[in-house]
């Protein structure tokens, strides 16, 4: 009986059936709505900052949380970067379509061997009489300051590689900014879901408290009773082992309760030693019934990871595309316009102007390269794409069954402490007039830890159903007070 009573009082912590620090959902009516994660190697469960912790309580509301989630979660940050770099990216593909202008201003100073270039000594004797003034004569050897100032011009007029190569750009920068927001949507299912962990735990250790403060009066009920020789010892000793027991319970709900608080700090960038005070309670509202059609097109319409795979496999045919027109001859014009001069004398204006047309001839083994590589990877971006349709219609499947069988449970789990309170409340009236033993007060205190754990378990695992519905429609980001009632 003891280790059955035992059980009975711990369920409190271990009925809903998952790791707290790590909120996976292993539940028993199999909800999904939280993904879990591996504090190692998750960036989700990491931040970037982390402020320095306090003596005072911090007060957190769900929405300061999921602020502070969105701000300082590591696996955001990491996601926006990759967005910099995609933005990166595409400007460097439309730079290959923009006239490249430079200018250069360039100061040389020359020394020439005119000997080396034919000018021998006698050479000045063989010009007519009155060019040169008499007595001039030159070194073999000569130093010029010269000076070129000019503005170079370089602009492509028909690429059709660079041109698909820069919607591929964009389509892949589009697709990163999905995953910025896939990446967010995600940080707030995480943080709400452990928001709502301490609130469980919150529950559970006020659970706990309460009964232990039952067991307590009882025991102090069974000594008079003893002294009185209206109850046997036996009554007494049960009365003990059972606020030991319950002692036990409090003191595995604390553990639990400080454990969580740890996950959702390191979630949302606080110390793990920062004491917080959250200041919502647990919410509760029913949700309006979703056909599959409804939640499949709203889904389609607002999913980021379904926009963002979308515009990955436009992305990878413009690639497809570039990697075909690579035996489009290119036309490019380019030219510079200047001056040159030496220091001190006369400058002359200078310029080119050029076009280029350029027919690859000999490449065919890197043009057969690019272009199996191209359309791998288109291939694969539409079987990702059909994958995920496929996969998107699972989610909703089982996120419509979770919440409609979560809120069942919800409802049979009130009902069953009501029944369970009145029970307790009858074996301890029994046992305080006297008619009876404590054994069935015993009995009736765990059936209620049992039943109060598993209200808390119900309550928990609705609101975490409506929270993976409303993250599997790709609304979470905007809805998700409105799923959870608030």
């Not at 912790?53 to 989630?69: F, H, K, M, N, Y």
Request: charged share 15%; net charge neutral; with cysteine.
């Amino acid at each position: 009986m003891g280790s059955v009573l035992l059980l009975a009082a711990l369920a409190c912590v271990q009925a809903r059936g998952q790791s707290i620090s790590g909120l996976s959902t292993g539940v028993s009516v199999g909800l999904n709505a939280g993904q879990g994660f591996d504090l190692a190697v998750n960036a989700y469960a990491g931040s970037v900052t982390t402020a320095h912790a306090t003596t005072e309580a911090i007060p957190l509301s769900l929405d300061d949380a999921v602020q502070r989630g969105l701000a300082h979660n590591l696996a955001v940050v990491l996601a926006e970067q990759n967005e910099r770099i995609a933005s990166g990216q595409q400007l460097q593909q439309l730079n290959n379509l923009l006239p490249n202008i430079s200018a250069v201003v360039v100061r040389r100073r020359n020394q020439i061997n005119l000997a080396a270039l034919g000018f021998r000594p006698g050479l000045l004797a063989q010009f007519p009489p009155g060019i040169f003034p008499a007595g001039v004569t030159f070194g073999p050897i000569v130093t010029v300051n010269v000076v070129t100032a000019q503005a170079n011009l370089q602009q492509p007029l028909f690429d059709l590689s660079a041109i698909e190569e820069f919607r591929a750009a964009k389509g892949n920068r589009i697709a990163a900014y999905y995953s910025t927001q896939s990446a967010r949507g995600q940080v707030i299912q995480n943080v709400a879901t452990a928001y709502l962990q301490v609130l469980d735990d919150m529950a559970n250790l006020d659970n706990a408290r309460a009964l232990l403060a039952t067991d307590d009066l009882l025991q102090r009920q069974a000594g008079d009773a003893v002294q009185a020789g209206t109850a046997t010892h036996l009554d007494f000793l049960r009365a003990q082992v059972q606020m030991q027991q319950q002692e036990q319970a409090e003191i595995a709900a604390e553990n639990a309760l400080a454990k969580a608080k740890i996950a959702l700090n390191r979630q949302i960038g606080l110390a793990a030693e920062q004491p917080i005070q959250l200041t919502d309670v647990t919410p509760y509202a029913d949700l309006d019934t979703m056909t599959l059609a409804q939640a499949r097109q709203m889904a389609y319409a607002n999913r980021q990871d379904y926009q963002g795979a979308q515009a990955q496999a436009r992305a990878a045919n413009f690639q497809r595309k570039a990697a075909r027109f690579e035996r489009v001859p290119t036309l490019s014009f380019g030219g510079n316009y200047g001056v040159t001069g030496t220091v001190g004398g006369i400058y002359h204006g200078t310029f080119i102007a050029s076009g280029e047309l350029s027919v690859p001839i000999f490449r065919e083994a890197s043009l057969r390269g690019d272009h199996d590589v191209a359309e791998a990877e288109r291939s694969r971006a539409l079987n990702q794409l059909a994958d995920l349709r496929v996969h998107i219609d699972a989610q909703l499947r089982d996120s419509l069954l979770d919440v409609a069988a979560a809120k069942q449970l919800v409802e049979v789990a009130h009902s069953n402490v009501d029944l369970a309170r009145q029970s307790l409340s009858d074996a301890t009236d029994r046992f305080t007039n006297g008619v009876e033993d404590n054994l069935a007060v015993v009995q009736a205190q765990a059936v209620l830890a049992a039943a109060q754990a598993q209200w808390v378990n119900s309550l928990y695992q609705f609101n975490q159903s409506k929270l993976g519905l409303a993250r599997n429609l790709g609304i979470l980001q905007q809805q998700y007070r409105t799923y959870l009632g608030k």
